[in-house]
Structure formats: C-alpha cells, structure tokens
C-alpha cells in the first residue's frame, strides 16, 4: 500500500477533534459523495488519514519464520493460543468453512479463527482469509444466543466471530481483507484481560482495512473489551449491530474508564443496518416482531469516544433500541452521510457534522465504488452472497486509497 497516509499525529487530532466540535451539520437529499461539506461546516478533520501505521505489505515482508501461510480449505477452528509476537497469519487462499456446523455431540463449530486465547500476542497481523458461514439464515436472535431452542429443539449457542483475536499491549495488530458471510460475529478484537481477568486493560491498537463482511446476524465488529483501535476502508453490507463496545453485565470492565486520547476510529467505512428475523424484544421491537436489527453503535459509558468520519452508512429501517441511536454522544463526527430507506421520514436527531438523506444512489454508488476499487464483480449481489470474488482482497496492500 504504497502511498497510504501516515499514522495520525496525536496533536493534530486534538486540535482537530476541537475545531470540529463547533461546527455545523447538513441535511438534504440530493445526491453526492459522503465527503461532500458546504461552507459553514465544521472544519473537516485530515482527509483520508488513515489511522492504521502499518500495511498487510509490512506484515508479509516480516522475516519466513514469522509468516505462518495458510492455504485451502480449512476443517474445523483454526487455532492459536498462544501466538509468538509479531506474528503474520497469511490466509489470502484459505477458507474457513466450518463455522456454524454441529457435531455428533451437538456442539457447535463457531471459531473458524481463534488466536492468543491463553497468551495474548503483539503486533499480530491476520492477512485475508474468507469466512463462508453456514448459519441458518432465518435463525432469530434468541436461537443465535440459545435463549430459545432450534427447531430440532436443541439450545446451541452460535454467536462468535468470525475471526476473535487477543491482543496485549498498544502495539497495532492488524486484521486485513478479511472477507466474512453469515456469521455470528464478524470480528472480535479482544485485550488480555480475558486471559488474565486483572486490570489494567490492555490490547488497543486494533486495526481493520479492507474487510467486506455480508450478513452478520450479531455485531460486525466486537470490541467489548474496550478495545480501542480503527477500522478503515471497510464495506459492512448487514449488520444486526455495527460497533459494539458494551462489556457484558458481569464483567468488571463495567467499572473501568478508558484513559484520554483513546478513540474508536471509523474512517471511510460502509455500514448497511438491515433487518433481521427475530430481533432481540425490546420497547420498539416487542416478542414476535417479525424482523429488525439493534443499532450502529451498541456502547457503553466507559466506552471509547467513536471518531467517525468520511462513512456512509445506509439504514433499511427504524432501529430495534435508540439508546444511543445514530451515535453516542461523546462521538466526533465530519463529512457523515447517512442514507434514510426506512418509512416515514427521519425523526431522529442530526448530529454535527453528519448528512441526512433519502437518496438510496448515494449509497449505490459509494457500494459500487468499493467493491471496484477492490476488485470484485461489478455485478455483485448484495446481502447474503457467498460468490463474490474479489481479487484485492487476496492482495491487499495493491489497494487504491479511498
């Protein structure tokens, strides 16, 4: 990726995150970029910073030793427990195709990709790879978490990720054209404190370019280990969840705060919110609705303040919880677009620095230009699609910048 912006200074984004707070918002429904901004408007942050300072070519250049190449057909989890440091998984022809598969004992198969699970690694970089999931499209959200049965009447708990990766340290570890359909999960980036259970955290720096994940029946990517990290040039086309930083009810996370200066970095990503059946019941998705998806952001207050911007983000429908609905409201945001197809008009607020919409082109063609910058078929399908092909992927640091 030769010619990719440099790692952002620290005090070039404060001063950046401060201006930007004072600015304006714009609304209207005529078509453009996502990094269209009229006078008025906050001043932007860096255009196309990428937050990431290294590339999948820097992990692919490390010495052979530090180069595990995965190749083919995977059966079953691919795991490593405990990863030397410096690590770089090369899976740019390998397929993980078990996810979701039950065993004769009934146990479910839900991590295709699992690493420092018990020793948690730095500078970790996981290059390619596909994850064909084979989940039950119509599942609901209370069979994914086993709180109701299958049909066969078993409870299997099928909500992983895809990829989950555990991480110490803040040296960046780096997940890179990583291409994910129906799963549970798309990515998990995890601290050592699920190996450790001891505070402080640590494990920040997570970075994801590149990924193209369709139809994730949970959260696109979990970071609920207050990770924080970026995720970049990245197309989310079905989400349940978009980001989500929520530790669960029982962790001691919940008591933790994230130290200044730390951000959850979306820049130049494509989120596509679409319904899914059986959502989780709540006050506006009572049990038996039909179909629907949680929110962008599931977040917590001791969460990492999102950074969000030059991001498009297409929602299908009204969400199923507005708790922090469209974004947190610590979050930064500029040169935000957000592509209203649901019914009725938008009635909730317009945050700073965003755009509001209905104009579903807009989306079309910031999709169409991600997926051909990428390489893939231009005439890809959409949500559910296990045939799309798309070659830079496979080479990810040859990509166009955004």
């Not at 999960?185 to 050592?192: C, E, L, N, Y």
């Not at 190996?195 to 990517?221: I, K, N, Q």
């Not at 620095?353 to 051909?372: E, H, Y």
Request: charged share 20%; proline share 9%; hydrophobic share 35%.
């Amino acid at each position: 990726m030769s010619g990719r912006p440099r790692h952002r200074n620290p005090a070039i984004v404060s001063l950046a995150i401060a201006v930007s707070l004072l600015g304006g918002c714009h609304t209207g429904s005529q078509p453009g970029r996502p990094t269209g901004h009229t006078s008025g408007a906050p001043a932007p942050l860096p255009a196309n910073v990428d937050p990431i300072p290294f590339t999948s070519g820097d992990c692919l250049r490390r010495r052979p030793s530090a180069v595990k190449v995965i190749a083919g057909d995977v059966t079953g989890s691919f795991r490593d427990d405990a990863p030397t440091d410096n690590t770089t998984i090369d899976a740019r022809t390998a397929s993980f195709r078990d996810d979701g598969k039950v065993e004769a004992s009934g146990t479910a198969m839900i991590y295709p990709l699992l690493l420092g699970k018990k020793r948690p690694a730095q500078g970790l970089c996981v290059v390619g790879g596909s994850v064909p999931g084979t989940l039950d499209r119509s599942m609901t959200w209370p069979q994914l978490k086993a709180e109701t049965p299958q049909p066969d009447g078993r409870r299997l708990y099928f909500d992983a990720a895809a990829l989950t990766e555990f991480a110490r340290g803040d040296g960046t570890h780096l997940v890179d054209g990583l291409r994910v359909d129906n799963v549970g999960d798309g990515v998990a980036a995890r601290g050592s404190f699920q190996a450790r259970r001891a505070l402080p955290l640590d494990g920040g720096g997570f970075g994801l370019r590149d990924a193209y994940f369709t139809y994730v029946h949970d959260d696109c990517v979990d970071v609920n280990d207050l990770v924080a990290g970026a995720v970049f040039d990245s197309l989310l086309d079905g989400c349940y969840t978009g980001f989500s930083e929520r530790p669960d009810s029982q962790s001691p996370l919940l008591s933790y705060h994230q130290p200044r200066g730390k951000h959850l970095v979306v820049d130049h990503v494509l989120v596509h919110m679409t319904p899914f059946p059986g959502p989780h019941p709540t006050a506006h998705c009572r049990a038996g609705t039909r179909a629907g998806y949680n929110e962008i952001f599931k977040w917590s207050p001791n969460a990492n303040p999102p950074l969000v911007q030059d991001s498009v983000f297409l929602l299908d429908s009204a969400p199923c919880s507005t708790r922090y609905f469209p974004f947190p409201k610590n979050s930064t945001l500029s040169r935000v677009t957000i592509v209203w197809a649901g019914h009725g008009r938008w009635r909730w607020g317009r945050p700073r620095g965003v755009r509001i919409t209905s104009d579903r082109r807009v989306w079309d063609r910031a999709r169409t230009d991600w997926l051909q910058r990428h390489g893939c078929a231009s005439s890809a399908a959409g949500i559910g699609s296990t045939t799309n092909v798309c070659v830079r992927l496979t080479e990810p640091s040859s990509l166009p910048k955004p």
